[in-house]
């Protein structure tokens, strides 16, 4: 009864929010269907832990039309929280305003950046049957590169089954001429090396490109990423079984 119950409350969002998003001509009239969940209903839902790159002194890159990358990312990954909230899951963010997490009385760019870092891992790792997704924009010195991809820790099968279902949501959803593929990062990506769940980081696109800067700077094109990334997040639990 409660996975019937929550599956259904899944779909009726997802009913709603395709036929918002159709409105507006961001997504295709031929995305591939949410699967139906097949799954053992004394399961649970995973706790969605979301990061929005950077905030505060931090500001990541810069887009061609001069946007900061830290106001992109909390963005849409407000959106994102509150698709993931209507649907049941319990969500967990790192920041939720344009702020650092670093200790008070912590001095120096770089200091504060590495106890910004060290403490959102604490967040991310305090939680048992989680998923973490970190959303970011990507930049290049040469403005022709464009679209989604999502990075994942090496050796984590499951992190790299998240992230192939967050880069085919993407790329069927709302990004159809998307060919890049999903990549393996080391330890030069301290959150996804040192997560101790299934985690992958979504660069949504790339803010030195012109038309897709202008894309993610607007609001309807950000909750079109954040369904895709939802949508995503919805086909990995189905397929994982984990309700």
Known sequence: MLKKLWANRVGTLIVLLCAYLLVF?????????????????????PTIILDAGH???????????????KDINLSIMLKLRGMLDAAG???VVTRDTDKSIHDVGVTGLGNQ????????LKIINSYDNALFVSVHQNQFTDSKYYG???????????????????????????QPENTRE???????????HYASCPAVMAECGFLSNQEEADKLESDEYQSCM????????CDYVFSQGQI
């Open 25 to 45: 001509g961001f997504i295709s009239t031929a995305e591939e269907p949410i699967p139906a969940i097949e799954a053992d209903a004394d399961s649970g839902l």
């Open 55 to 69: 905030g505060g002194i931090d500001s990541g890159c810069v887009s061609i039309n001069g946007v900061e990358e």
């Open 89 to 91: 899951f319990e969500t």
């Open 113 to 120: 950046k590495k106890s910004d870092m060290e403490n959102r």
């Open 148 to 174: 989604a991809q999502m990075f994942y820790p090496e050796g984590s099968a499951e992190s790299e089954q998240l992230a192939q279902s967050l880069q085919s949501s993407i790329t069927s959803r709302l």
């Open 182 to 192: 999903i990549k393996p990062v080391g330890d030069e990506i301290y959150l996804l």
């Open 226 to 233: 954040a369904f895709s990334i939802f949508a995503g997040i």
